[in-house]
Each structure stands twice: as structure tokens, then as C-alpha cells.
């Protein structure tokens, strides 16, 4: 039998509930919603660290952050760099097929395959190593129409602020990422399957959606932030006054450009992947190829006074999944799936997909089964992220879909929202004597969940405040690293 091809579309810092198929009547994805219409939508996908270095890896590896060795972007954390005994491409790469990476990867050194046979990189301002400039970049420079750069609208690529983009439209990295992405399918080895991932660096910030898109939903009415009854925390004026403000309350007028830039952002993508998807329709292959569609991490935009990711609310770590099978995969039997899936789970769908070994070392889970109808063993998912912003902000979190626990090790809080009601977590039930039961147990889970690490974080039943502790790193950053070295 043929093997299928495998297109992987991701964006970076994409909020689950920015899509029309997630329920979102104001924002206009037509193609990802007639992706998802002759696919599966899961409803409660997660990263597990909601941040793009150690979600991408994940991605990459298919395991939990603690076994990646990345637990987020701050204080002790490291690059994601070689050393990763399987990736998702060297597997495929391994299995036959014609590996290709267009757009963000993330990985360092930059031009790091890590097992892909050829990348073409947007890394946004990301110039870690002397010498380097993206193929974007290069590519800019070649075709710009006067004397710019790629963000002389002056706005940062992790600010809150908004304005329409620029430059000319053809410039635009959502435009210049399908394209080399077309090409790549032109060009690919015709004697193998294809495994091309298309990596967008929007929405994330900046907001600098194109005039049209931007000026559109401008004029929409949006959706305004949830700001929870426990969120004054974060009203606090010296931080938001900042240009890249991780928090703070910002005027309704700045916030409203915010998500219309994202919004428009988001639109835009959506019709770019319709020019990859019509691609695949017009060379005949569209019907022989798996197709998922993530991103890494969400965006906050305003909720909570709260901005960027990093956190464990809806806004920054719940996202959105679609998984279109290949016709030889046979139609699914649910459309849409409420059981709690993980990034990691990507990489052993894909090798279940296409008949090749899951090896050991991958943590998540194969999503076909979920997709042919079947039970899960899992009932939830746990997610973390180191210090990064603040030391208050690291946390820990465990959700159901139904229920989110959060414990933050630096500052000893906890928070407990039912989703069930709402996902806009505005009422912490963390001091409710109504949920007291539901506390125990989320809270017993955690420390079950973290009791196997011998890292300080619990002791017997219990949790450990980590306040002036040192930073949590995990064994296996330093291990891999040694294997790098050797």
C-alpha cells in the first residue's frame, strides 16, 4: 500500500478558541474549518509547557517536558539544541520519506536539521549565532521595494501593541512561508512520500496583521478579555507600561487593536494554507495525506491582565487540534473528541499513520485510537513551565477539559476552576467548601504526578513551596547535553 504524505501545519502563539470551528462566530477560517469539517476536532488539546522552545520539542520528540530536559524559556533552561536520540523527522526520514521544514523551527544552532533533510527558516529577529540570517531575511533583503526592514513599523516581536504591517503584501512572512512551502512540494523527491511541516511565526506578536485584515476586524466587534475576580494581581501599572508587558491593564482602545491585529493575523494564515491545501488538490495528492493542524502555545491578549504565554489559563495553553486522515485511513468515527491530548501525542500519530516504530523513548500517546472510536487510559493531562517572567508565575497544571488545578511552587498558591460553566476561569473555587473534595483530589494527583521525580517538589503527601529554592532543572537537560558533548 502507498504510504500516505504528511502535511503538519503549525502556527506560533494560536489560541484554541481563535477558530471558527472552535465556536469563534467573529473570526472568519474558512479552510481550517473545512479542514476540520472532513476531520477531527479535539476540544481539549494542551501544550504541556506553554512556550515555544519546549513545546516545538515535544513536538519533536514526542515526550513530556521534564524528559526533553526543557521546561520552559527562563532561569536555568537551555536552547533546544541536538542530542535527541528520535525526532519525529529523523524517524520519518528513517521510514522513507522526503523531509522538509518551511518557517519558525526554533532549534539551535539555527541550521540544525534534527533529522530533517532541508529547512528553510523564519526565525523572526532571532540572530543567535555570528553570521547567521534567515532565508526569510535573505529573501526580504532581495525583493523589498525601498529602504526597510522586516519590523521597521517599530513594534517588538513580543509587545502587546498593534498597527497594520508595513510593507508590501508579498512581503509578509505568512505569504513568503506557503510559498517556499509550494515550492518545496514542487521540487521534493518524487520517489518518496513527503513530510513537509509548515511553521508560520503569526500571530504571534507582532500584531501587524495586512491593511485589509487589520482594518476588518477593527471594525468588528470583538470578543473582550475575561478578567477574573482574582486577576487585580496583575494590575500592576510599572509593568504595563512597559512595551513588551507580560502584564498589566492596557486602555480598551490598545487592547482592541491587540486582538485585531491577532485576529486579522489569524485570517490571513487561514487563507494562505487554503493556497497549500488547493495545491495538494490540483497535483492529486490531497486525498493520499494526513494533515494536523496545532500550535505551539496560545496568546493571552489582555485576559486575565495578563499578556504573551508562558501561563496555564485557556488563553496561553489550550489549543487548537485538527487531524485530517488520508483516505486509506478510512473516515473517523467521531468528529469531534473532548478527551485531553497533548503535543507530544503528534509524533506517535504520525508514526502510527504511516506503519513505522514508536520508539521507547516517546511519552504521548497515538491519537487514532481516540480516532477510531476507542477509550483512552488517560483522564488528564499535566502541563508546566519554569520561571520566566516572574518567579510567581511558575506553575504547574493538570486539566480534565472539565476541571483545571494550578499550583504556583514559588509562591505556594493554588487555583481550581470548573471549565464545565465556562472556560473564562473568572471564579477561582480554590476557597470554596463546596469544592473541597474536588481540591483534595486534583491537588493528590499533582503530587502524584511530580512524586516520581525526587526533585523537592514533594514530600509524602504534600507539596513543597519552592520559594528561594533553587531553579527546578530536570536531569535530562544536563544528560543530553553530555551526549551533544561526546
Same mark, same amino acid.
Given at each position: 500500500?502507498?504510504?500516505?504524505?504528511?502535511?503538519?501545519?503549525?502556527?506560533?502563539?494560536?489560541?484554541?478558541?481563535?477558530?471558527?470551528?472552535?465556536?469563534?462566530?467573529?473570526?472568519?477560517?474558512?479552510?481550517?474549518?473545512?479542514?476540520?469539517?472532513?476531520?477531527?476536532?479535539?476540544?481539549?488539546?494542551?501544550?504541556?509547557?506553554?512556550?515555544?522552545?519546549?513545546?516545538?520539542?515535544?513536538?519533536?520528540?514526542?515526550?513530556?517536558?521534564?524528559?526533553? #530536559? @526543557?521546561?520552559? %524559556?527562563?532561569?536555568?533552561?537551555?536552547?533546544?539544541?541536538? $542530542? *535527541?536520540?528520535? /525526532? =519525529?523527522?529523523? !524517524?520519518?526520514?528513517?521510514?522513507?520519506?522526503?523531509?522538509? #521544514? @518551511?518557517?519558525? %523551527?526554533?532549534?539551535?544552532?539555527?541550521?540544525?536539521?534534527? $533529522? *530533517?533533510?532541508? /529547512? =528553510?527558516?523564519? !526565525?523572526?529577529?532571532?540572530?543567535?549565532?555570528?553570521?547567521?540570517?534567515?532565508?526569510?531575511?535573505?529573501?526580504?533583503?532581495?525583493?523589498?521595494?525601498?529602504?526597510?526592514?522586516?519590523?521597521?513599523?517599530?513594534?517588538?516581536?513580543?509587545?502587546?501593541?498593534?498597527?497594520?504591517?508595513?510593507?508590501?503584501?508579498?512581503?509578509?512572512?505568512?505569504?513568503?512561508?506557503?510559498?517556499?512551502?509550494?515550492?518545496?512540494?514542487?521540487?521534493?523527491?518524487?520517489?518518496?512520500?513527503?513530510?513537509?511541516?509548515?511553521?508560520?511565526?503569526?500571530?504571534?506578536?507582532?500584531?501587524?496583521?495586512?491593511?485589509?485584515?487589520?482594518?476588518?476586524?477593527?471594525?468588528?466587534?470583538?470578543?473582550?478579555?475575561?478578567?477574573?475576580?482574582?486577576?487585580?494581581?496583575?494590575?500592576?501599572?510599572?509593568?504595563?507600561?512597559?512595551?513588551?508587558?507580560?502584564?498589566?491593564?492596557?486602555?480598551?482602545?490598545?487592547?482592541?487593536?491587540?486582538?485585531?491585529?491577532?485576529?486579522?493575523?489569524?485570517?490571513?494564515?487561514?487563507?494562505?494554507?487554503?493556497?497549500?491545501?488547493?495545491?495538494?488538490?490540483?497535483?492529486?495528492?490531497?486525498?493520499?495525506?494526513?494533515?494536523?493542524?496545532?500550535?505551539?502555545?496560545?496568546?493571552?491578549?489582555?485576559?486575565?491582565?495578563?499578556?504573551?504565554?508562558?501561563?496555564?489559563?485557556?488563553?496561553?495553553?489550550?489549543?487548537?487540534?485538527?487531524?485530517?486522515?488520508?483516505?486509506?485511513?478510512?473516515?473517523?468515527?467521531?468528529?469531534?473528541?473532548?478527551?485531553?491530548?497533548?503535543?507530544?501525542?503528534?509524533?506517535?500519530?504520525?508514526?502510527?499513520?504511516?506503519?513505522?516504530?514508536?520508539?521507547?523513548?516517546?511519552?504521548?500517546?497515538?491519537?487514532?485510537?481516540?480516532?477510531?472510536?476507542?477509550?483512552?487510559?488517560?483522564?488528564?493531562?499535566?502541563?508546566?513551565?519554569?520561571?520566566?517572567?516572574?518567579?510567581?508565575?511558575?506553575?504547574?497544571?493538570?486539566?480534565?477539559?472539565?476541571?483545571?488545578?494550578?499550583?504556583?511552587?514559588?509562591?505556594?498558591?493554588?487555583?481550581?476552576?470548573?471549565?464545565?460553566?465556562?472556560?473564562?476561569?473568572?471564579?477561582?473555587?480554590?476557597?470554596?467548601?463546596?469544592?473541597?473534595?474536588?481540591?483534595?483530589?486534583?491537588?493528590?494527583?499533582?503530587?502524584?504526578?511530580?512524586?516520581?521525580?525526587?526533585?523537592?517538589?514533594?514530600?509524602?503527601?504534600?507539596?513543597?513551596?519552592?520559594?528561594?529554592?533553587?531553579?527546578?532543572?530536570?536531569?535530562?537537560?544536563?544528560?543530553?547535553?553530555?551526549?551533544?558533548?561526546?
Amino acid at each position: 500500500m502507498k504510504k500516505p504524505n504528511i502535511l503538519f501545519i503549525m502556527t506560533d502563539q494560536q489560541r484554541w478558541d481563535s477558530l471558527g470551528c472552535y465556536g469563534n462566530s467573529v473570526i472568519e477560517t474558512v479552510n481550517l474549518d473545512w479542514l476540520a469539517s472532513e476531520g477531527v476536532v479535539f476540544e481539549n488539546a494542551y501544550t504541556s509547557c506553554p512556550s515555544c522552545v519546549p513545546a516545538r520539542a515535544s513536538i519533536m520528540t514526542g515526550m513530556h517536558p521534564w524528559n526533553t #530536559g @526543557i521546561l520552559g %524559556m527562563g532561569k536555568g533552561q537551555g536552547p533546544m539544541g541536538g $542530542g *535527541f536520540q528520535h /525526532t =519525529l523527522p529523523g !524517524e520519518l526520514s528513517n521510514a522513507g520519506y522526503h523531509t522538509q #521544514g @518551511i518557517g519558525k %523551527m526554533h532549534f539551535h544552532p539555527q541550521r540544525l536539521l534534527n $533529522g *530533517f533533510h532541508r /529547512t =528553510l527558516l523564519d !526565525e523572526s529577529g532571532r540572530e543567535e549565532a555570528p553570521g547567521f540570517v534567515s532565508d526569510y531575511r535573505q529573501w526580504f533583503n532581495r525583493n523589498k521595494t525601498g529602504d526597510y526592514d522586516i519590523v521597521d513599523h517599530g513594534i517588538d516581536w513580543n509587545s502587546w501593541m498593534a498597527r497594520p504591517y508595513h510593507a508590501p503584501e508579498f512581503l509578509h512572512p505568512t505569504n513568503w512561508t506557503v510559498n517556499q512551502s509550494i515550492e518545496a512540494l514542487k521540487t521534493r523527491d518524487p520517489s518518496k512520500p513527503f513530510f513537509l511541516m509548515t511553521s508560520f511565526a503569526r500571530p504571534h506578536s507582532p500584531y501587524d496583521a495586512l491593511p485589509f485584515y487589520f482594518d476588518l476586524y477593527l471594525n468588528k466587534s470583538l470578543p473582550e478579555p475575561d478578567v477574573g475576580d482574582w486577576a487585580g494581581i496583575h494590575d500592576v501599572p510599572e509593568d504595563a507600561a512597559k512595551p513588551n508587558a507580560w502584564r498589566g491593564v492596557r486602555s480598551q482602545e490598545e487592547i482592541r487593536r491587540a486582538r485585531a491585529g491577532y485576529y486579522g493575523s489569524i485570517h490571513h494564515i487561514d487563507l494562505q494554507i487554503g493556497r497549500l491545501l488547493f495545491y495538494l488538490e490540483k497535483i492529486g495528492e490531497l486525498e493520499n495525506t494526513l494533515i494536523i493542524f496545532t500550535s505551539d502555545h496560545g496568546d493571552m491578549l489582555g485576559d486575565h491582565n495578563l499578556w504573551r504565554k508562558t501561563y496555564a489559563y485557556e488563553g496561553s495553553a489550550h489549543i487548537p487540534m485538527i487531524v485530517r486522515l488520508p483516505k486509506s485511513l478510512g473516515k473517523p468515527s467521531c468528529k469531534r473528541i473532548d478527551a485531553p491530548v497533548l503535543l507530544q501525542d503528534i509524533m506517535p500519530t504520525i508514526l502510527e499513520a504511516v506503519g513505522a516504530e514508536i520508539p521507547e523513548t516517546v511519552d504521548g500517546v497515538s491519537l487514532l485510537g481516540l480516532i477510531r472510536g476507542e477509550k483512552t487510559e488517560r483522564s488528564y493531562i499535566h502541563g508546566e513551565h519554569s520561571t520566566c517572567y516572574s518567579e510567581e508565575q511558575e506553575m504547574q497544571y493538570l486539566t480534565d477539559g472539565k476541571w483545571k488545578y494550578i499550583w504556583f511552587p514559588r509562591i505556594g498558591t493554588e487555583q481550581l476552576f470548573n471549565l464545565t460553566n465556562g472556560r473564562d476561569e473568572t471564579i477561582n473555587f480554590v476557597d470554596s467548601k463546596d469544592y473541597s473534595q474536588e481540591l483534595q483530589k486534583w491537588r493528590a494527583r499533582l503530587v502524584a504526578e511530580l512524586s516520581t521525580r525526587d526533585s523537592g517538589l514533594t514530600e509524602g503527601d504534600r507539596l513543597v513551596n519552592q520559594s528561594g529554592k533553587p531553579y527546578l532543572i530536570s536531569p535530562k537537560y544536563r544528560e543530553r547535553l553530555d551526549t551533544c558533548e561526546n
